[in-house]
């Protein structure tokens, strides 16, 4: 029986269906109500079994694991977005609703199925409803920039049944950047890119279908891998911190259903990281821009704990003023809360004492702004 590094054990299923084809799905073995579910899917070259087997997604899997979460992967094999991949998919979902008590669904792509993920999350009649999440690991959201590459273009053409002169018209209805950006509204997505990943350009893909739903998603999240590729040595694979923050926003949601708004309008320069605060450098004013980040909250509360629905933005904390106080709640963090300088009228600089926040899951890594001119 496989088990964790740290030593949850866990099972994983397999079955075959005339619609999904070979479906795989592993739960931990405590978790039998209300289980948290990836839906996985795969790139191209990937098999039904990619997310269990690729040594690549090795501390994601265990992260998922070891915190009661199990996963749906399966979809055939050169799909890129098809018809017959929207139903693979949903019918394996199906197959495995119909064996377990699924609580919450977050799909997670790769590449390829960037294309199919986007359609289930945001137009499926069972998915766009179940699934709480959407995370973009370097994936294809941009089947016009994929097809002008010409890398894949003899597996699009026999995905769509079509060549060069009717692919187009065939793959009508399948470019998630066509799709009106309103179909995420209110939606919770993270978008992990890499700078130096040219199978799978972040300026095609990812920052591309981020600027076409534009302030449409409730949380809006992007993470960089600064030098980062795309083979799984130096890939998105391994931004597993910003994955599992993510999904920690959906595991026992129940205590905290309402996170709040994770952007804010930020006409400042400044942010509050836990060593205090810090100029961003190489940036020109920030007027109007929206940075990416997740409203920072308690998965574990404690009398102490100063509760703050603000914007957490990988690499420090910065709030508005008047949202940190509206939202302070009692317990020890009093005169913790203080404005320190304002910009231009609209958002201030707030100072916190970070000895109330010890319950948040505060992350320490760089920020980047989402045309990467912003460092810390």
């Not at 050169?78 to 979902?93: D, E, H, K, M």
């Amino acid at each position: 029986m496989p088990n964790t590094s740290t030593g949850t054990e866990y099972t994983t299923y397999t079955a075959t269906t005339a619609q999904a084809g070979q479906i795989l799905w592993a739960k931990p073995n405590t978790a039998s109500a209300d289980i948290p579910m990836i839906l996985y899917l795969h790139g191209a070259n990937g098999g039904y079994n990619q997310f269990t087997s690729l040594s690549a997604w090795i501390g994601l899997r265990e992260w998922l694991i070891d915190n009661g979460w199990g996963w749906i992967e399966g979809g055939g094999a050169q799909p890129w977005g098809n018809a017959a991949s929207r139903t693979a998919y949903r019918a394996a979902f199906d197959h495995v609703d119909g064996i377990l008590d699924i609580g919450p669904v977050v799909i997670l792509t790769r590449p390829m199925g960037g294309l199919v993920g986007h359609w289930l999350f945001t137009q499926d009649p069972v998915l766009k409803d179940r699934s709480v999440g959407f995370i973009g690991n370097s994936e294809v959201a941009n089947l016009a920039a994929a097809y002008a590459t010409s890398r894949w273009t003899a597996d699009m053409h026999a995905a769509y049944g079509t060549d060069a002169a009717g692919f187009a018209a065939a793959s009508v209805g399948h470019d998630p950047m066509l799709f009106s950006p309103s179909l995420w509204a209110g939606k919770k997505v993270l978008e992990l890119v890499g700078t130096n990943d040219t199978t799978v350009r972040a300026a095609d893909h990812g920052l591309a279908i981020r600027a076409h739903w534009e302030e449409q998603p409730a949380v809006n999240l992007l993470d960089t891998r600064e030098s980062g590729d795309h083979p799984g040595t130096n890939g998105s694979y391994l931004q597993v911190e910003a994955m599992s923050q993510f999904l920690s926003l959906f595991h026992g949601q129940a205590d905290d259903p309402d996170p709040g708004r994770a952007q804010r309008r930020v006409t400042s320069r400044r942010i509050i990281a836990p060593s205090g605060i810090h100029a961003l450098t190489g940036a020109p004013r920030v007027r109007s821009r929206r940075v990416e980040g997740v409203a920072a909250h308690a998965r574990h509360r404690a009398p102490s704990a100063l509760v703050v629905h603000g914007l957490r933005a990988f690499g420090g904390l910065l709030f508005d003023a008047e949202d940190v106080a509206d939202q302070r709640r009692s317990g020890g963090a009093d005169g913790s809360v203080s404005a320190v300088g304002t910009s231009e009228g609209h958002a201030r600089y707030v100072g916190l004492d970070y000895s109330a926040l010890t319950h948040l899951p505060v992350i320490t890594r760089r920020f980047t702004r989402s045309d990467g001119a912003v460092t810390l």
